[in-house]
T-cell receptor
C-alpha cells in the first residue's frame, strides 16, 4: 500500500526567506502526488498536483514542487515566504480509489 | 461548479450519544466520497470511502459507520460516541481515481 512521509513536523522561516517542505512516498508505480494547505479550523485547499509529464509543477500562491522518481520525493518550494503562508501543509499520494496523506508540516513565519 | 457541504460545523455531544454527520456534493455525479478524521495536531486518518451508492470501504475498525444513501450524499454515524471520537471530521470528493480531492469545510466534534 502507498504511504507518505513528511519528515519535518514543524518548520519556522523568516518572512521573505525561501522554503522547502519535504515529502517522500512509497508506491509501486508512478503515483499521483498532491500538496494541500490547511489553515486552522478549515478544510484542505489544493496547492498543486503531479500526474505525469514535466516533473516541476507550478501551483497557486507561488508554490512549486518537483517530482524526483529516483528519490521517491515530491518536495514543495517557495522562493519567498509571506506571513500569510503560515499554515499546515500536507503531502498526499493517490492511487486507485484512495488517497494517503502525510502527517503534515506546520509552517510558522517569523516577521 | 462543484461545491461540497458539511454540517453541522461544530458539535458537542456526551459520551454514549449517537452521531450523524452529513456531507453533500453539488455539481457533479457519481463522485468518489471520503471521510477523514483529524485529531488535534495530527494528520488525516482515512475512515471510509465510497465509489458508488451503497458501496462503503472501511479503513479502520472502530465504532463509526458510513452510508451513502444517494449519489452525492455521504453520512458518518455512530450509535455510541467515545471520548476518542473527538476531532475534526472532513469529507472530500473526487471525480475518479486519477484526480485530486476536494474537501469540505469540516465538522469539529467534541465528545464530553
Amino acid at each position: 500500500a502507498q504511504s507518505v512521509t513528511q519528515p519535518d513536523i514543524h518548520i519556522t522561516v523568516s518572512e521573505g526567506a525561501s522554503l522547502e517542505l519535504r515529502c517522500n512516498y512509497s508506491y509501486g508505480a508512478t503515483p499521483y502526488l498532491f500538496w494541500y494547505v490547511q489553515s486552522p479550523g478549515q478544510g484542505l485547499q489544493l496547492l498543486l498536483k503531479y500526474f505525469s509529464g514535466d516533473t516541476l509543477v507550478q501551483g497557486i500562491k507561488g508554490f512549486e514542487a518537483e517530482f524526483k522518481r529516483s528519490q521517491s520525493s515530491f518536495n514543495l518550494r517557495k522562493p519567498s515566504v509571506h506571513w500569510s503562508d503560515a499554515a499546515e501543509y500536507f503531502c498526499a499520494v493517490g492511487a486507485k480509489n484512495d488517497m494517503r496523506f502525510g502527517a503534515g508540516t506546520r509552517l510558522t513565519v517569523k516577521p | 461548479s462543484q461545491t461540497i457541504h458539511q454540517w453541522p460545523a461544530t458539535l458537542v455531544q456526551p459520551v454514549g450519544s449517537p452521531l450523524s454527520l452529513e456531507c453533500t456534493v453539488e455539481g457533479t455525479s457519481n463522485p468518489n466520497l471520503y471521510w477523514y478524521r483529524q485529531a488535534a495536531g495530527r494528520g488525516l486518518q482515512l475512515l471510509f470511502y465510497s465509489v458508488g451508492i451503497g458501496q462503503i470501504s472501511s479503513e479502520v475498525p472502530q465504532n463509526l459507520s458510513a452510508s451513502r444513501p444517494q449519489d452525492r450524499q455521504f453520512i458518518l454515524s455512530s450509535k455510541k460516541l467515545l471520548l476518542s471520537d473527538s476531532g475534526f471530521y472532513l469529507c472530500a470528493w473526487r471525480r475518479n481515481s486519477a484526480s485530486e480531492q476536494f474537501f469540505g469545510p469540516g465538522t469539529r466534534l467534541t465528545v464530553l
